[in-house]
């Protein structure tokens, strides 16, 4: 038998020492303290994490665990139409229950408010699982902007050099700070994005980059005379070369093909290889009118995922949702754009 509780203060250690056991030895959350609770503590229930916990009642051992997250831990206004994010989702090995999992699950999707709920990283051998839940199952897109400047990639590879042109833009851009952001969004239109999930704010962004413990990111604030969106990015690096990974975009369809002069403008001046977006809910002909060329998963090129260890390698990233309106997702969103190593950039 086991016990179905939401994880407390007291039982982080056994959660620390269950990841390093169960799901990876020495994971990042195993390790890193402060990154665990800045991850899962929740500020809206003092002393308790956005863990659901499975304890055998015989010995009281952690048998299996579910985290989530919800977009409004970030931002408490975005509660009546917060996005759940699930990650680790484990079972022991030695259960022999499988249905344990399911009720760990059922947990969060009973008893947390939701909009939509979702998983962005996951092996195809759960793709079935999801399916029988009803998740609308598919891969985010990922595409590739190279350094116009750079005629030699040691990240990368390229069988073919893409070369679509850039377009000028129409939107203008400004980097902000914490302390910034609040008077430069003042009047900030989303457009239809607004009605998309999941929802986002100025103030999501301030405390799920801005206010990160461990990356730092670089925010945008996009213009066409007033505030429009918002474009989040994060420049990661190995053996001495740098790639600029745009993780999140707030803003309307319509702006995105004005991302591609942003974006070649800022990877000059980071002196970086390629800039590259993973999405999905965006129509691909609008990253392909910015510059921006599609990476096929199973095509010759070669654009990284993994950088902690880095792996030179192209890694689909699947994603599992189901949601209540259309919704665009990007690798900022869930529990993909986060440290696997204790040296974070």
Request: a neutral charge; hydrophobic letters at 40%; one cysteine or more.
């Amino acid at each position: 038998m086991f016990t179905i509780r939401r994880c407390q203060t007291a039982d982080v250690p056994d959660v620390q020492h269950f990841l390093d056991a169960h799901w990876k030895r020495g994971h990042i959350f195993s390790v890193d303290r402060e990154l665990f609770d800045w991850q899962y503590a929740r500020p809206d229930r003092p002393g308790e994490y956005a863990i659901v916990l499975a304890r055998r009642d015989a010995d009281n051992a952690v048998a299996g665990m579910l985290g989530f997250i919800p977009t409004s831990r970030f931002d408490p206004a975005l509660s009546g139409n917060t996005a759940i994010w699930l990650a680790l989702w484990r079972v022991r090995d030695d259960i022999a229950t499988g249905a344990l999992g399911l009720r760990l699950l059922s947990d969060v999707v009973d008893r947390e408010p939701h909009t939509s709920i979702g998983v962005i990283g996951f092996q195809p051998t759960v793709d079935a699982i999801y399916s029988a839940l009803k998740f609308q199952i598919g891969e985010l897109q990922h595409y590739v902007l190279p350094n116009p400047d750079v005629s030699t990639f040691q990240l990368a590879s390229f069988a073919r050099r893409p070369a679509r042109s850039i377009p000028a833009s129409d939107v203008t851009a400004e980097r902000v700070d914490e302390q910034s952001l609040a008077a430069a969004t003042a009047g900030l239109d989303l457009g239809s994005r607004a009605a998309q999930l999941p929802q986002k704010t100025a103030d999501y962004v301030r405390e799920r980059y801005l206010r990160h413990p461990r990356y730092r990111y670089s925010v945008f604030v996009l213009r066409r005379h007033h505030p429009i969106g918002l474009l989040v990015a994060r420049v990661a690096t190995h053996g001495g070369r740098r790639a600029l990974r745009l993780v999140d975009y707030i803003g309307p369809d319509d702006a995105v093909p004005s991302l591609g002069a942003l974006t070649a403008d800022e990877i000059r001046r980071r002196d970086c290889e390629y800039a590259d977006v993973q999405n999905w809910g965006i129509d691909p002909s609008l990253f392909e009118a910015a510059g921006f060329s599609r990476v096929d998963p199973a095509g010759p090129d070669i654009v990284p995922n993994h950088f902690e260890p880095f792996e030179r390698r192209t890694a689909p990233v699947r994603f599992a949702l189901r949601a209540s309106r259309p919704t665009v997702l990007f690798k900022g969103d869930g529990d993909q754009d986060r440290p696997n190593q204790g040296a974070a950039s």
